[in-house]
Each structure stands twice: as C-alpha cells, then as structure tokens.
C-alpha cells in the first residue's frame, strides 16, 4: 500500500492542522533551503532504521526535491513513521516554491554537490571544446574526458568529481 499523495497547498493546510513535515534530502541542501515547518531527516538515516519524531499521533508528511525520492522510496518512509498516516507531497520543495509558499534560504550554505558538478562538468566542457578550436585540436579531449567521467558516474553511481568537490574548503563544515 502506497501513501497518498498531496499538493503542497493541501500539504500547507494539513500542516497548519499539525501534521509533521519531513525533509528526506540531505543535511547541506536542507540548510541551503528548507520548508520552515519541515524537520531534516535524511533518507540515508532512514535507511538506517530512524524514525520520525513526534509521528505517533499527528500525520507525518514526506517530501524531497522533485518528488522522485519519495515515490521510490514510499515503503522506507512508512516504516519511519509509527502514525500510519503518511503523505508524499508532489513534487518536493520544487512544487512547493511554485506555488508561492514559504520557505527558508541560506545562501551562504554551499550549493548542493550535484549542482556543483553540473557546473563544473558544463566549465570543463566548454572550456574544452573552445580550446579545441582556438588552441589545438587535442584539447577536444577534455570534453570527451568529461563525457566519460559522466557515463561511468550514471552507470556505477561513483561520482569523482563530486567526491574532489566535497573536499574544496567552501563544502567544510563550519566548526
């Protein structure tokens, strides 16, 4: 059995009745942005067998980014509230700034690895295909290196360079 889904308008309207609201992202993209009401507890510690806090007698609403984490991972969040009564807003925190509701933002917070990568890769990329006209065809190189870094990351799921970006100071951890 699946949970039910909600819009976050009726999610907005069962929290303003006390439902808890769960952030399963992780803990840098939930101090990034966040849904005031939402409390952080990351899919990978719910993996782990956490449970939500306060899920005993109120709703327990989930949500990620998009939606997708929450779809497929709808019978671990089940598990990790003792309610029973659990939702799965649509569409994550992305359909929740659409639709104009409120939300938290520290942008002194790094950007998420993931964004970071897509950055960096695109730099590369386009630094490698301009070299490769302007300087020496060999420099075409780097984007195919690039490419290929890409596809073994999709297929083996061992990002290098989001390993080689979580270690530049600006992802430490302020002490």
Known sequence: MKPETLSPLQA????????????????????REHIPQALSLPLTEINTGKTVEGSDQQPVIFHCQAGMRTTNNAEQLMRAAS??????????????????????EDKKQP???IRQVHITAGILVLVGVIAGYAVDSRLFLLSGFIGAGLIFSGVSGFCGMASLLQKMPWNKAAK
Do not use: C, T, Y
């Open 12 to 31: 907005s309207k069962l929290l303003e009745q006390g439902a808890v609201l769960v952030d399963i992202r992780d803990r840098a993209d939930f101090l």
């Open 83 to 104: 309610s029973g009564n659990v939702f799965l807003m649509s569409g994550g925190i992305n359909a929740w700034k659409s639709a104009a509701l409120p939300i938290i």
């Open 111 to 113: 950007l998420p690895i």
